[in-house]
């Protein structure tokens, strides 16, 4: 059960003692150290006891703790509180997917949660945040938390389902999410020890058996503390602060890095960060690759957080970084962006940013929209805001311009309907050229374009290549080279790719390695992790034979155990299994893949080729049957479902299966291909007969 320990926020802190080790005097003559000063004022912090460094830290920095106190950054984990979570579960019920929720309190004071798909009942142990929403946790069967996709909207004072208006869920042609679905609250993609725990906890170990399937996390102070954003020194400094003097002299980027930790869409590649160190050392940012996920033109689509579109912003490119507009300890904005002075205290007067100068904007001649009205504030033309967790607001970071002209081609939202919803694009066109007449945007939507294609996936090699040449942003030449890496290589993409091998961005390296396969192997002794992955990967079945490069095939294998507790990190596992020749090892991972995610078609798809490699159609068959029953909307399982049928001589099966394929995908091309052989076979055989 959850420990229920609940802290009046109203009450002030109650001194804390920590143990000090014995000091030593001038003359050499130890002494027993005095308590620790701690912050003795009152806050809106939850519970200042469980943060003892941090409590420390406000004895001395009253008003930077203070500040911090009232942020979200310490509200993002908290205990129950009687006081603020009495009304969610009194008496309250939620109907979601397909099932009946009921949150309720017992004569004990716990406060439950009932599912009647289930018939199930858990127990809310932690918050997560404050506004405009909050969630709760309840504990799982592995020893770890789940995040109900049921959230307080503390606002509206009711429960709400955070996937409503799920568009993945139509585009996959799912009414709901169900128990055993990857994404279903109680499955692996709502587990908050492995998706959330780093962002909402400080010095976070998720410490996961993949053999007992059962985790033992732990974290040092709860919320976003002092100490994750200070790196503690061993011994306190000569003025008694606990924060390592050269840590008091970090860079805005390596600040900037430390923030992007958490606000970006990242792959997690250990947990090993601290204060200082490169983001692309220990985290693979999410760029626009697949459609869905953002916008062709960088523009966030689903929860993207901010660092994506940030980098692929020409601000982001020149150095801006978090620290430029927010506020160190509030997390809160420097100036006020109503009246648009935040933006104009660069676009005023030009203030250079690491050399590169601002360009100079003049409100009154910007925007197309009336003087005083909404539209002319900067942000909402260049920052829109899209919700998350379907009620919470956030803004779009990557910068772009309303493009009405794009809109109407590719479906991108633009800025100027959000607030003329009884207008058109054709409109919203016109009225942007009257304002800028020479607007210069023919690279920015050649690249659009050429991403657009590339994600429905008519790629156009050419285009990708031509934009690639002509990209100034170092996060924008990564995404492309991603593209190209998903397409088979040409002379062209293959000696784009040579050339950005010594980019200076480890993003472009690494995205340069995956379009050069195994000519990437000098990568692997790249500085910065991403990249040596991105070359070692595709190369494990050889480096796993050669004692010189055990050292990187050791820190692939320590990336997968990191994310093992997913299905991605399994069939990472099994990869390694099976180029080691430990194919029982390799069986094993692969079926774990598929119990962590029953309802994913990759792990099925990937056990079924291994199973083929072993000598066993029979059982690739039948993964493969399994995944289109799990998935019967999806072309790309039926094509290799057809694929496994012709190897064991099932042909009318396999014609069905790749008409199938077909039907859900008419531009499947290696599906056509193959059911043009296939049935040029069979006529064949016919002819002979």
């Not at 959850?2 to 050499?28: F, H, M, Q, W, Y």
Request: charged share 20%.
């Amino acid at each position: 059960m959850c420990s229920l320990v609940s802290k009046n926020i109203r009450t002030a802190l109650v001194p804390v003692l920590c143990l000090l080790p014995v000091a030593c005097d001038e003359g050499g003559e130890s002494s027993v150290a005095q308590a620790p000063a701690v912050y003795s004022g009152k806050s809106a912090h939850w519970n200042q006891e469980q943060v003892p460094v941090s409590a420390r830290c406000g004895a001395c920095h009253v008003k930077e703790f203070e500040d911090w106190a009232r942020s979200d950054h310490a509200w993002a984990l908290r205990d129950i509180d009687p006081v603020l979570d009495t009304e969610p579960f009194h008496r309250q019920r939620l109907q979601s997917h397909g099932s009946e929720l009921t949150f309720s309190a017992n004569r004990k004071g716990s406060l439950l949660l009932a599912d009647s798909a289930t018939g199930k009942q858990f127990e809310a142990c932690y918050v997560l945040g404050r506004r405009p929403l909050v969630q709760y946790l309840v504990k799982g069967a592995d020893n770890g938390y789940q995040t109900p996709s049921a959230a307080w909207d503390v606002t509206r004072h009711e429960w709400f389902d955070m996937f409503e208006g799920d568009a993945r869920l139509s585009r996959e042609g799912l009414a709901t999410r169900q128990e055993g679905d990857w994404g279903h609250w109680l499955g692996r993609g709502m587990n908050w020890n492995s998706q959330c725990a780093w962002c909402h906890t400080s010095h976070f170990h998720k410490n996961y058996d993949a053999a007992s399937n059962r985790y033992a996390s732990t974290w040092r102070e709860p919320g976003v503390s002092c100490i994750q954003c200070h790196k503690p020194a061993a011994t306190p400094a000569a003025d008694g602060c606990m924060v390592a003097p050269a840590d008091r002299k970090l860079k805005p980027q390596q600040v900037h890095d430390n923030c992007a930790t958490c606000h970006a869409r990242r792959e997690e590649l250990d947990e090993d960060f601290v204060v200082g160190e490169s983001f692309d050392n220990h985290f693979r940012l999410e760029l626009p690759l697949i459609e869905g996920i953002f916008w062709p033109n960088g523009m966030q689509r689903d929860e993207d957080y901010c660092e994506t579109g940030l980098r692929l912003s020409k601000m982001g490119a020149a150095g801006v970084t978090c620290l430029d507009c927010h506020n160190h300890h509030t997390a809160e904005l420097k100036l006020p962006q109503e009246d648009n002075s935040l933006c104009m205290r660069c676009h005023a007067s030009g203030t250079p940013v690491n050399g590169t100068p601002s360009p100079i904007i003049n409100p009154a001649e910007h925007s197309p929209c009336t003087p005083g009205s909404t539209g002319t504030r900067c942000v909402e033309c260049h920052m829109p805001e899209s919700p998350y967790m379907a009620r919470d607001p956030r803004r779009d970071h990557s910068f772009n311009s309303p493009d009405p002209v794009l809109s109407a081609e590719l479906g991108l939202p633009n800025a100027c309907l959000r607030c003329h919803t009884d207008k058109n694009n054709d409109w919203a066109a016109e009225q942007v050229l009257k304002t800028y007449p020479q607007q210069k945007n023919a690279a920015y939507r050649a690249r659009t374009r050429a991403v657009h294609h590339a994600m429905q996936g008519a790629v156009n090699t050419d285009a990708l290549l031509q934009v690639l040449a002509a990209e100034p942003v170092p996060a924008w030449r990564a995404t492309i080279l991603e593209l190209l890496a998903q397409q088979p290589r040409t002379a062209a993409s293959v000696q784009a790719a040579r050339a950005a091998a010594t980019d200076a961005s480890p993003m472009v390296r690494a995205a340069a390695a995956r379009v050069l396969g195994q000519e990437a192997l000098p990568l692997i002794h790249d500085p910065v992790k991403i990249v040596r992955r991105a070359a070692a990967w595709p190369n494990i079945v050889t480096l796993v034979r050669y004692p010189q490069a055990q050292a990187v095939v050791a820190e692939m294998e320590a990336i997968a155990r990191q994310q093992s507790d997913q299905p991605t990190g399994a069939m990472q596992l099994a990869v390694l299994a099976a180029a080691r020749r430990q194919f029982a090892e390799a069986d094993t991972q692969y079926r774990r893949a598929i119990q962590l995610d029953p309802a994913g078609v990759v792990g099925y798809m990937d056990y079924a080729v291994f199973l083929a490699q072993m000598g066993r159609p029979a059982d690739a068959l039948a993964q493969m049957q399994a995944c289109v029953r799990v998935a019967p909307h999806n072309a790309e399982a039926w094509y290799r479902l057809g694929l496994v049928q012709a190897e064991l001589g099932h042909y009318d099966e396999s014609l069905a299966s790749l008409k199938r394929a077909l039907e859900l995908e008419p531009a499947h091309e290696r599906a056509k291909n193959n059911l043009q052989h296939l049935e040029n076979y069979l006529k064949s055989v016919q002819s002979k007969q």
